[in-house]
């Protein structure tokens, strides 16, 4: 569930991103921490006054407004913590983000990318069964690319989240890191495409945007399983996948998912047609 609303009140620290995702609410006695998907923490030390109260959207809270020292809101809830002792925000520790750890690809955020290398440590990624949702997630492959740009990149090129990165042709490498850089660079305040729209309709083909948690890093992932179809393995025929005949070849799985991509497309256009 995104986050519509941040409000710590006296917190000097980071906050979450508008649209980020609670991925984690840790409880240990009074002490209360809530994890977000782009890594902030917010934590708070109810001792003995505090208090977290859940609202309905409009509903009329149990406390004062002045004594709230943190509000959330997500699409239907209210979380407000009252008279808490400490409140607090932080990032989480990313070793991968450190400049000196070693191994961070280079950031795709600034206009002086090399995008050619961005390229290649696609096409040569060292676990070629792996999912290429995650691998953008790699700051070793590609840096400075943020959840926000690596759903939206994905939905720009049409490419299933799910699709092995062994799958992807030279030209696929190429237009994704073009993508993601054109889309880390907009503004931050551009409108979001599938980004925290799980539940909505696709701009492009009318079809229910998804949302799901992905990767060892938990992040969230947004996307329309309609119009993002192109080399989902999970699509695939299964006799193809399982039968005497695998394919491997980048251009036989290109062809067969672009296929089951356009039996779909004329299926909405007739469809359209029928009901329109
Ligand atoms: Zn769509």
Same mark, same amino acid.
Request: net charge neutral; glycine share 6%; with cysteine.
């Given at each position: 569930?995104?986050?519509?609303?941040?409000?710590?009140?006296?917190?000097?620290?980071?906050?979450?991103?508008?649209?980020?995702?609670?991925?984690?609410?840790? @409880? #240990?006695? #009074?002490?209360?921490?809530?994890?977000?998907?782009?890594?902030?923490?917010?934590?708070?030390?109810?001792?003995?006054? +505090?208090?977290?109260?859940?609202?309905?959207?409009?509903?009329?809270?149990?406390?004062?407004?002045?004594?709230?020292? =943190?509000?959330?809101?997500?699409?239907?809830?209210?979380?407000? @913590?009252?008279?808490?002792? =400490?409140?607090?925000?932080?990032?989480?520790?990313?070793?991968?983000?450190?400049?000196?750890?070693?191994?961070?690809?280079?950031?795709?955020?600034?206009?002086?990318?090399?995008?050619?290398?961005?390229? #290649?440590?696609?096409?040569?990624?060292?676990?070629?069964?792996?999912?290429?949702?995650?691998?953008?997630?790699?700051?070793? !492959?590609?840096?400075?690319? +943020?959840? !926000?740009?690596?759903?939206?990149?994905?939905?720009?090129?049409?490419?299933?989240?799910?699709?092995?990165?062994?799958?992807?042709?030279?030209?696929? %490498?190429?237009?994704? !890191?073009?993508?993601?850089?054109?889309?880390?660079?907009?503004?931050?305040?551009?409108?979001?495409?599938?980004?925290?729209? /799980? +539940?909505?309709?696709?701009?492009?083909?009318?079809?229910?945007?998804? @949302?799901?948690?992905?990767?060892?890093?938990?992040?969230?992932?947004?996307? %329309?399983?309609? @119009?993002?179809?192109?080399?989902?393995?999970?699509?695939?025929?299964?006799?193809?996948?399982?039968?005497?005949?695998?394919?491997?070849?980048?251009?036989?799985?290109?062809?067969?998912?672009?296929?089951?991509?356009? #039996?779909?497309?004329?299926?909405?256009? /007739?469809?359209?047609?029928?009901?329109?």
């Amino acid at each position: 569930m995104s986050t519509l609303r941040f409000d710590a009140m006296s917190t000097i620290g980071p906050a979450p991103l508008e649209q980020s995702v609670i991925e984690k609410v840790i @409880c #240990r006695g #009074r002490h209360i921490d809530i994890q977000w998907d782009d890594g902030i923490i917010l934590s708070t030390s109810l001792r003995f006054t +505090g208090q977290w109260h859940l609202y309905r959207v409009g509903e009329q809270w149990r406390k004062e407004t002045h004594r709230a020292r =943190v509000v959330i809101e997500v699409s239907d809830w209210v979380a407000v @913590c009252f008279d808490a002792a =400490v409140v607090e925000t932080f990032r989480v520790p990313d070793r991968g983000r450190h400049p000196q750890s070693g191994g961070v690809g280079p950031n795709i955020s600034q206009v002086r990318c090399d995008m050619a290398v961005c390229t #290649r440590n696609l096409l040569q990624y060292h676990d070629q069964s792996a999912m290429v949702v995650d691998v953008l997630a790699d700051e070793s !492959v590609i840096s400075g690319l +943020g959840n !926000v740009a690596r759903s939206e990149t994905l939905w720009a090129v049409g490419l299933s989240p799910f699709a092995k990165i062994g799958d992807l042709s030279y030209e696929d %490498c190429e237009t994704l !890191v073009e993508t993601a850089a054109r889309i880390s660079r907009l503004p931050h305040d551009s409108s979001s495409s599938v980004y925290g729209r /799980n +539940g909505h309709r696709c701009h492009r083909c009318h079809g229910t945007i998804e @949302c799901k948690v992905q990767g060892v890093q938990r992040r969230a992932i947004f996307w %329309c399983p309609d @119009c993002q179809q192109r080399l989902d393995r999970r699509l695939l025929p299964t006799d193809l996948i399982q039968g005497d005949h695998t394919p491997t070849h980048p251009a036989e799985l290109l062809f067969i998912s672009d296929a089951i991509a356009a #039996r779909k497309k004329s299926q909405i256009i /007739n469809d359209v047609r029928d009901f329109g």
